[in-house]
């Protein structure tokens, strides 16, 4: 089962991940509940994986969704926490080359705060 909380910041979303991305009805319906919350004025997303146990194809699927849409109102979309198991997934399918990858999460809110 998968579990998303998102708490909307004046210029970023901070949406937590728990349990395993890997059903496309969960995939959809994390991916409409963080675009209906994505504007001009908030188009940053921080996705918090610490509790993301697993993520499988149609999982980055949603994720390279909620990117576009971000960078589409002039955003990015940021991957904190992930564990060894979804580094090594990044890595293989060289998706660690489109996504920003931060663990540093002071540093990341940090640099939002800037923008």
Do not use: A
Not at 99 to 104: A, I, L
Request: hydrophobic letters at 40%; a positive charge; glycine letters at 4%.
């Amino acid at each position: 089962m998968l579990e998303i909380n998102i708490l909307k910041h004046s210029n970023y979303l901070w949406v937590d991940i728990k349990g395993k991305l890997i059903i496309e009805q969960d995939g959809e319906n994390m991916f409409e509940q963080i675009s209906s919350n994505i504007s001009e004025k908030c188009s940053n997303i921080i996705l918090n994986l610490k509790d993301l146990k697993y993520i499988n194809s149609t999982g980055f699927n949603n994720l390279l969704k909620i990117l576009t849409k971000s960078r589409n109102f002039g955003g990015d979309t940021f991957l904190c926490n992930i564990n060894s198991v979804i580094e090594t997934l990044l890595i293989t399918t060289k998706l660690n080359t489109i996504f920003k990858v931060e663990n540093k999460i002071e540093n990341l809110k940090d640099f939002l705060n800037k923008k």
